[in-house]
């Protein structure tokens, strides 16, 4: 079982920038993708980004793209998200979970979700 704890939300006006951190233990964590998810209050949680094993091999949602950056850093067993240019439409809880295998990229393939972190972009 793996255990993630998101952190480094918080509230920052549009253009701005914050970079949220997804600190896991109790799996090897360099074994698996990860991947960060959102849910915003009425809709359904939607996939943000992916990344494989390695690092080498990412995804992201068409409204994310040129503006967030996932990336991971084994030694520390920790995901980010660089999120810049924020929008008030990125307002939403950010979730990091782990993907079933090395290079999962399909939202139903993720899980062991995180308590969240909340982002909130004024405008």
């Known amino acids: 079982q793996v255990q993630l704890v998101e952190s480094g939300g918080g509230l920052v006006q549009a253009g701005g920038s914050l970079r949220l951190s997804c600190a896991a233990s109790g799996r090897t964590f360099s074994l698996y993708a990860m991947g960060w998810f959102r849910q915003a209050p009425g809709k359904e949680r939607e996939f943000v980004a992916t990344?494989?094993?390695?690092?080498?091999?990412?995804t992201y949602a068409d409204s994310v793209k040129g503006r967030f950056t996932i990336s991971r850093d084994d030694a520390k067993n920790t995901l980010y998200l660089q999120m810049n240019s924020l929008k008030p439409e990125d307002t939403a809880v950010y979730y990091c979970?782990?993907?079933?295998?090395?290079?999962?990229?399909?939202?139903?393939?993720?899980?062991?979700w995180g308590q969240g972190t909340q982002v909130t972009v004024s405008s």
């Open positions: 990344i494989n094993w390695t690092g080498r091999r990412t």
């Open positions: 979970a782990v993907g079933s295998g090395r290079s999962s990229t399909s939202p139903g393939d993720f899980g062991s």
